[in-house]
């Protein structure tokens, strides 16, 4: 589709100059909002002094999709989120005035537009003001959840249409505040208390991750009684990040094992800054520095691409295992249209599970029996 034929103002040119760069990306966000289509922040260039010399600005439809690579196509797909597209504005900074320059524009698109009535829930263009970020602290502060946060604004804005923002985009605000650095008070409450328990019992364990600004980022710790229950019981460990029960959306990272009486047991915690590799790498390896190092035999987590990533690193030895949960939901999400009435397919399924299921806990049964008789040893000598 043809652009270049919007002469108005406010249509980039080559040789226009900006102040600073989130200038340039403001004009263009604004040309985009126009015209109907999504702007990307692309690659930049920085010098040894940080200063950024150049910057692309994309269509977000710039790209190709990436082929499907697995054994069996699945059954859904999604509608195609890339075209190739190739409309963008690179700027340039020219030293003599310290300006922005356009350096490069291509005014072209090659997909459909976006009409103006849905112009403002584009990505590029949905934004959570200070007023409205505002309003959510204070409804969070009041005890509404973060879905009756949202559905107020949208009935005191008229509308869905008139809020400007998706509640993912105000569920990204409200975590991004808290990420940025602790409340003031909390990250000393926290020292406080893990101060007060090794004080306590000189086994409790807990570790603190820094980042460049010297604010706290991730978080473990594990008490004496983890230490003992992961020193019998800790040849099969379960690690999941689905308790975001805090209002601050932080993931909260449990080690979670059986005993000898077939009871729950907690190993370790860890409140972590985000789900990415490095974070599962750290919380990973200083899980094993609390446990001085022993491995578990098995380790099973969801389908989480980096905890997969971080565990082939930190704990390569260690059999990774997916929870049946998810296998199940999953199998449900994609295999459900063959589900039919009188079909075999999800007992097949089931009993396949539960075959690979038994050779991995066969390996694990005569060490956990050990455990067991040692543990009730050890409690009854204690005794």
Not at 53 to 64: I, L, N, P
Not at 170 to 186: I, M, N, P, Q
Not at 219 to 236: E, H, N, R
Not at 293 to 319: C, N, W, Y
Request: aromatic share 12%.
């Amino acid at each position: 589709m043809d652009c270049s034929k919007l002469a108005e103002d406010g249509t980039p040119e080559l040789g226009m100059e900006f102040n600073s760069e989130e200038d340039a990306y403001k004009f263009y966000n604004k040309y985009a909002f126009k015209m109907g289509f999504s702007v990307r922040k692309d690659y930049l260039n920085k010098d040894k002094d940080g200063v950024t010399t150049s910057r692309r600005y994309s269509c977000c439809k710039e790209g190709v999709k990436r082929k499907y690579e697995g054994d069996v196509m699945p059954k859904r797909t999604r509608a195609p989120t890339k075209t190739g597209c190739g409309a963008k504005m690179v700027i340039v900074l020219f030293r003599g005035t310290m300006k922005y320059r356009v350096h490069d524009i291509i005014l072209e698109h090659n997909h459909e537009l976006h009409i103006a009535q849905c112009a403002h829930m584009m990505p590029s263009q949905r934004k959570v003001s200070e007023a409205q970020g505002f309003q959510a602290e204070i409804s969070e502060d009041a005890g509404l959840s973060l879905k009756q946060s949202h559905e107020l604004m949208e009935k005191e804005a008229g509308g869905m249409e008139n809020v400007g923002y998706t509640r993912e985009d105000l569920k990204r605000y409200l975590r991004t505040r808290w990420e940025r650095s602790l409340k003031y008070g909390e990250a000393g409450s926290m020292l406080n208390y893990f101060q007060e328990q090794t004080l306590e019992n000189l086994s409790f364990f807990h570790a603190v991750q820094l980042d460049c600004e010297e604010q706290i980022t991730n978080i473990f710790w594990a008490d004496a009684g983890m230490l003992i229950d992961y020193k019998f019981f800790g040849d099969v460990v379960t690690f999941d990040t689905t308790y975001k029960t805090n209002k601050e959306y932080r993931p909260l990272g449990v080690f979670v094992g059986f005993n000898q009486h077939r009871q729950i047991v907690i190993f370790g915690a860890a409140l972590m800054y985000d789900e990415t590799i490095d974070s599962f790498k750290w919380v990973f390896g200083t899980f094993l520095e609390a446990m001085c190092g022993k491995r578990p035999s098995t380790i099973l987590t969801d389908q989480d691409h980096a905890m997969a990533a971080a565990l082939s690193v930190v704990m390569p030895e260690t059999f990774h295992g997916l929870c049946t949960f998810h296998i199940r939901r999953n199998f449900m999400k994609h295999l459900g249209n063959h589900y039919k009435e009188n079909s075999d397919l999800p007992y097949m399924f089931g009993a396949c599970i539960e075959r690979q299921r038994s050779r991995r806990l066969c390996a694990v049964v005569t060490r956990q029996t050990a455990a067991a008789a040692d543990a009730d040893a050890d409690w009854w000598w204690l005794g």
